[in-house]
Structures are given as C-alpha cells and as structure tokens.
C-alpha cells in the first residue's frame, strides 16, 4: 500500500465549477499537509500548506485536513482555464529530513 | 519566476553512463533536497542536504549521490544508468529545513 493515494483522474470541469480534489494516507505521524500545482514542462508550486487538522483558505483556494479519517482535500471555487494543471498533494511527518511523500497527482482540465 | 535554477533541462544518455545534474539555489537556502518524478508519478524522496551535509535519503541505491556547495549550488550524481532511471529529476531548496520548498524546473534524463 502506497503511504500516499490520490485519484490520478484525469478531471474535466467547465468553467466556474467548484473542483474537489482528494488525498488519503496512511501513516497516522504525517502532520504538515500541502498541495502543489504543477504545469507541463515545470516543476511543482506550492499552493497551500497546512499544519495538523483544520481548514485553511486563500483566495480560491481551500485546503481541509482530517486527520482522524487520514483524509485531505483541495476546494477550487470559480475555476479558471488557467487552472488547468497536475495537482499533487504532499505531507510529511515533520521530523528528520523533512521529505515530502507525495500522491500520484491529479490531472485537471478546466474548459473554457 | 522560480528562484532555482536546474541545468540541463534535457539529458539524453546510454545505460551504464554517469550522470551529473545540477542546480542553483536561492541565496539563503541552506537545504536542498533531490526527487525523482517518473512519467504519470508523483516525486519520490531521493536525498536532502543540509549545510553541505547529507541530511536523510530516500529508499534509492548509493549510485545516486549528491554534493552541495557553500555558494548554495548542489550537484546530483547518477552512477551506472538504468533504463528506469530515466525520469524527471527536481531540486527542492528551502532556508533551514522548513516547509516552504521552491521547485525547480527540473532535468528530464532519458536512459536508452
């Protein structure tokens, strides 16, 4: 079992869909969540970074933790053909060398 | 515009060959961490560094090895190429080991 699973999609919304996109996990110590977007030909952006449980937004961006079902999510509201990209979520448990474990990412496309 | 530089963006090289990326961090970014992102994957965890040291490393045999420099430039150094080596390699920096990581853009290393 992967310590990260994320639906790869790929996900097609029109455009001003509200998107959802989700992360399980599986080790209970992951404690610093985030999502990244990466466009083709580049690397990851960090969009939202998390500590713990709870909610977190900005701008368009919602990024939601629950930790007692090891479950994170991503809210885009009023998507944009310019959201389209990969987004990945990653988490890591805050100790040691800090390293991400990262889902496979999600492939989504917001047409105009 | 990212602030870490990769080179080269392209690498086309023979199994059995050695391999040397590069990358330039931002000035401050004291820890440099290295992932492997194969086609349709989300980045694996390969080693990170942490003021010149080696700060922890991923599940990747010792023919994948690194350098960082004091001017905030780091190498990583592929040895005895395998076809499944061929992937997407990133470098992450960030000032002393916390959660903001900037990506860079990556070297695609194709192995044939």
């Known amino acids: 079992q992967k310590e990260v699973e994320q639906d790869p999609g790929p996900l097609s919304v029109p455009e001003g869909a509200i998107v959802s996109l989700n992360c399980t996990y599986s080790?209970?110590?992951?404690?610093?969540f985030m999502w990244y977007r990466q466009y083709s030909r580049k690397g990851p952006e960090l969009l939202m970074y998390?500590?713990?449980?709870g909610n977190k937004e900005d701008g368009r961006f919602t990024a939601q933790v629950d930790k007692s079902s090891k479950y994170i999510s991503l809210f885009i509201r009023d998507s944009q053909p310019s959201d389209s990209a990969t987004y990945l979520c990653?988490?890591?448990?805050?100790?040691?060398?800090?390293?991400?474990?990262f889902g496979t990412g999600t492939r989504l496309t917001v047409i105009p | 515009e990212t602030g870490v530089t990769q080179s080269p963006t392209h690498l086309i090289k023979t199994r059995g060959q050695q391999v040397t990326l590069r990358c330039s961090s931002q000035?401050?970014?004291?820890?440099v961490s290295w992932y492997q992102q194969a086609l349709g994957q989300g980045p694996q965890f390969i080693f990170q560094?942490?003021?010149?040291?080696?700060?922890g490393r991923g599940n990747f045999p010792p023919r994948f090895s690194g350098l960082q420099f004091p001017n905030y430039s780091s190498e990583l150094n592929v040895n005895a190429l395998e076809l499944d080596d061929s992937a997407l390699y990133l470098c992450?920096?960030?000032?002393?080991?916390?959660?903001?990581?900037?990506f860079g853009s990556g070297t695609r290393l194709t192995v044939v």
């Open positions: 992450a920096s960030s000032p002393d080991r916390a959660y903001g990581y900037t």
């Open positions: 080790n209970s110590a992951f404690q610093y």
């Open positions: 998390t500590y713990s449980s």
């Open positions: 990653a988490m890591s448990a805050g100790t040691g060398a800090n390293n991400l474990f």
């Open positions: 000035s401050g970014h004291n820890t």
């Open positions: 560094y942490y003021r010149e040291e080696e700060n």
